[in-house]
């Protein structure tokens, strides 16, 4: 069936760099994504949303990238630190109005100081 | 800020018992959900929960499953016979709309180990 994944299963970086943790899913009808953050020990926390109809949303210090194109999602983390380090997962929904989600496998980002 | 509770944080448990994991939504929350995430794997949808009935479910969610609301707070998922499969992160989710599925607000989650 179709899914989502993450290319990248670690991203270390250092404090103060930028991060880019990506994502490529393979349904065409997907119109909805999201990136998640789990830190240890924790649930799933949102981070930032995009609709298929944008390529590009901002938030504080996140910014997610759609290229519909290729199938492929990003998220840049600006200025990273160390409370950054979780594991970050995409999730899409075919229909923006529905509950469920499926998520990606996700990416550990650690932040070394 | 208002936030989800499970209890417990970890439950060990026999193949072949039942288990009840509770969860307390936030509480101006009208949409309740179970996901779990076997580890190492990604987190899945098993079921979403409105107005005491279920919503929708997924192929996990079989009859060995089931959800109440039992009062005014908690929400709960049964596990009647536990198998080893069913070892997992089991979290759960409130909102307040259903058409915001940005605005799922998780817990912490509950460990279940099946031994």
């Known amino acids: 069936g179709e899914s989502v994944g993450l290319h990248l299963p670690t991203l270390s970086v250092q404090e103060g760099d930028n991060s880019i943790i990506n994502c490529a899913y393979s349904?065409?009808?997907?119109?909805?994504f999201i990136w998640y953050k789990q830190e240890s020990g924790k649930g799933p926390q949102f981070i930032i949303d995009?609709?298929?109809?944008?390529d590009k949303r901002q938030g504080q210090r996140v910014t997610v990238l759609l290229n519909k194109t290729v199938k492929h999602l990003s998220l840049q983390i600006a200025a990273t630190q160390p409370g950054d380090s979780a594991v970050y997962f995409c999730?899409?929904?075919?229909?923006?109005?529905?509950?469920?989600?499926?998520f990606g496998k996700g990416t550990m980002l650690l932040v070394s100081p | 800020e208002p936030e989800v509770t499970q209890t417990p944080s970890h439950q060990v448990t026999q193949m072949g018992q039942e288990v009840i994991l509770r969860c307390v939504p936030i509480?101006?929350?009208?949409?309740f959900y179970w996901y779990r995430q076997i580890l190492g794997q990604k987190v899945e949808f098993l079921v979403s929960?409105?107005?005491?009935?279920?919503?929708?479910k997924s192929e996990i969610f079989d009859d060995q499953f089931s959800v109440e609301r039992p009062d005014g707070s908690n929400f709960t998922l049964k596990i009647r016979s536990t198998k080893l499969e069913d070892s997992a992160m089991y979290f759960c989710?409130?909102?307040?709309?259903?058409?915001?599925?940005?605005?799922?607000?998780f817990g912490p989650g509950t460990r279940l180990t099946v031994t």
């Open positions: 989710a409130s909102s307040e709309y259903r058409d915001r599925v940005s605005e799922q607000y």
């Open positions: 349904n065409s009808a997907s119109d909805y």
């Open positions: 995009i609709r298929s109809n944008m």
């Open positions: 999730a899409e929904s075919p229909n923006s109005g529905y509950s469920t989600l499926t």
């Open positions: 509480s101006n929350h009208l949409y």
């Open positions: 929960f409105y107005n005491n009935e279920i919503s929708e």
